[in-house]
Nanobody
Framework: QVHLAESGGGSVQAGGSLRLSCAAS????????MGWYRRTPGNERELVAD???????FYADSVKGRATIDRDSARDTVNLEVSDLKPEDTAIYFC?????????WGQGTQVTVSS
């Protein structure tokens, strides 16, 4: 009964910016964590950034200094902003929400950064 609606993916130019959003709905009482992962061909899915219910944030070294993760006031939507996009940022990005310590995943949204 948890639905994650991802938006904001697409094709962008290197050096540009992108904003991904993930809106959670359904049985979402007790969210512990919201974040974004990404997967590139030949690589395992990796954590890009997340934010806890308390507001603590984590960023992977690959995007540190270029990314910002935040939640809306209702704490049911998580946003990931990435600037100075690089071709290596090209990946499928997955929204992840942990609710009462159970993990839920979005379908994934493609981000393609062209040179």
């Amino acid at each position: 009964q948890v639905h994650l609606a991802e938006s904001g993916g697409g094709s962008v130019q290197a050096g540009g910016s992108l904003r991904l959003s993930c809106a959670a709905s359904g049985s979402i009482d007790g969210i512990n964590l919201m974040g974004w992962y990404r997967r590139t061909p030949g690589n395992e899915r990796e954590l890009v950034a997340d934010i806890t219910a308390a507001g603590d944030t984590f960023y992977a070294d690959s995007v540190k200094g270029r990314a910002t993760i935040d939640r809306d006031s209702a704490r049911d939507t998580v946003n990931l902003e990435v600037s100075d996009l690089k071709p290596e940022d090209t990946a499928i990005y997955f929204c992840n929400v942990v609710i009462r310590w159970r993990s839920f995943w979005g379908q994934g949204t493609q981000v393609t950064v062209s040179s």
